[in-house]
């Protein structure tokens, strides 16, 4: 069984809690809940990999408890195996139609119950090692622009909620085309390797994301950072990838550098996240036309999605 899951058992008869927790302990770590109404609480608080269900229930019966988990948006993704006496078949479809991975009847068989339970733990392990590459750039193992679209959105909700400053960065590397024309372009996926690894330590903090948005263009979301926290941050990224002193020889002898726009709001009605996005483009493009190797700050227009 995969080590370090915890598993949610919710069953009103403290001996039924204390048998399944014999049988799993030494498997899982055990979290115990005596009602529905204790459970949703303790999914809510602890965020179990596996919840194990009894049907049968006074108050908050299983299903009802079930339909609990399943309307908030934090529990509704944990898998529910339903355990119970009932052994008619309409109870079994009805636990499966509201979403149950799996169902597993009374009398209680330790054997059954482990490798069930191990059964499951392996398809949430398998789920999230394919959803982690699903967000993951191969190239530089940074976030990829899926997983920067998602969290974008999310941290914009999010600082609207609690009225913080959002800092949005495009960092892209200058005159790269000519980098790759001259060293070919194996030598420039090392370049972006080390370009990224500087962005990652410098964005690895609090709730920040690094990702790859394409090509040789970076963002960085910055939730709580304000325009001068953010620019000091950018600029540290600009010194680290100018002292790494990788020549960039064509005209002059050069180094590799990048540049970066930055755009920072408290989120708010009047504007869209596409708006940030756009103002911190367009800085970027004022950092390119300004020289390059240095970042700009540019505030953003109301519902521009440019
Ligand atoms: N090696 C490598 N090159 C890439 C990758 N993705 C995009 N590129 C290259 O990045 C270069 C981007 O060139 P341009 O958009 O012209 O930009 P630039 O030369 O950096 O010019 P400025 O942005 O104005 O400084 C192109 O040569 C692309 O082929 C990649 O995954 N690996």
């Not at 963002?219 to 304000?226: G, K």
């Not at 050069?254 to 989120?267: F, L």
Request: hydrophobic share 40%.
């Amino acid at each position: 069984m995969p080590n370090s899951f915890s598993v949610l058992i919710i069953d009103d008869e403290i001996i039924n809690l204390q048998i399944i927790s014999d049988i799993l302990r030494s498997e899982v770590d055990i979290i115990m809940a005596k009602s529905g109404e204790q459970g949703v609480r303790k999914a809510l608080e602890l965020s179990p990999d596996l919840i194990l269900l009894d049907v049968m229930m006074p108050d908050m019966d299983g299903f009802e408890t079930m339909e609990k988990l399943s309307q908030d948006s934090r529990t509704c993704d944990i898998p529910v195996i339903f355990i119970t006496a009932l052994d008619d078949i309409k109870n079994e479809e009805k636990g499966l139609l509201l979403g149950a991975s799996d169902y597993i009847q009374k009398p209680i068989h330790a054997s059954i119950i482990k490798a069930r339970v191990a059964l499951h733990l392996k398809l949430i392990n398998q789920h999230r090692i394919l959803e982690r590459l699903s967000t993951i750039d191969p190239l530089t193992s940074l976030a990829n622009r899926r997983k920067y679209e998602e969290t974008i959105r999310s941290e914009w909700k999010l600082m609207e909620e609690i009225n913080e400053t959002l800092s949005l960065a495009v960092i892209d590397i200058d005159n790269f085309k000519q980098y790759n024309d001259f060293y070919g372009h194996a030598a420039g996926d090392k370049v972006l390797q080390k370009v990224a690894a500087i962005l990652a330590n410098n964005f690895k903090h609090n709730s920040n994301l690094v990702a790859r948005y394409g090509g040789e263009e970076f963002v960085a979301i910055m939730p709580r950072t304000s325009k001068k926290e953010a620019l000091q941050r950018l600029n540290k990224c600009i010194s680290e990838v100018q002292e790494m002193a990788i020549t960039c020889k064509k005209e002059n002898d050069n180094v590799v550098t990048i540049s970066a726009g930055v755009s920072s709001i408290i989120p708010n009605d009047g504007f869209k996240f596409e708006s940030l996005f756009a103002a911190a483009d367009e800085a970027l493009y004022l950092a390119k036309y300004e020289g390059k190797n240095q970042v700009k700050w540019k505030s953003a227009k109301a519902n521009d999605i440019a």
